[in-house]
């Protein structure tokens, strides 16, 4: 798909709730995309955090579905 994305925190503390949301085009079955999430951003130190998310994925098949998402950022 190419989409665009846009996360938003809600703070600027150690742990930072945001929303993060992708929209866009899947060009190969002709579907548009949508992806909300609301998560946190734990800073572990300056140069890592990781985090935790939870959002749905809307698509124009029948395939939406509920996402958990754990990942760092570097």
């Given at each position: 798909?190419?989409y ?16 993060d ?24 130190n300056?140069k ?7 959002g ?9 579905c ?8 570097f």
């Amino acid at each position: 798909p190419l989409y665009a994305n846009i996360r938003s925190y809600f703070t600027k503390s150690r742990l930072k709730p945001f929303m993060d949301i992708s929209i866009g085009y899947d060009i190969s079955f002709g579907e548009f995309y949508l992806h909300p999430n609301f998560g946190a951003d734990f800073r572990i130190n300056d140069k890592l955090s990781c985090y935790l998310s939870v959002g749905y994925r809307l698509d124009g098949s029948f395939d939406d579905c509920l996402s958990i998402n754990l990942g760092f950022t570097f």
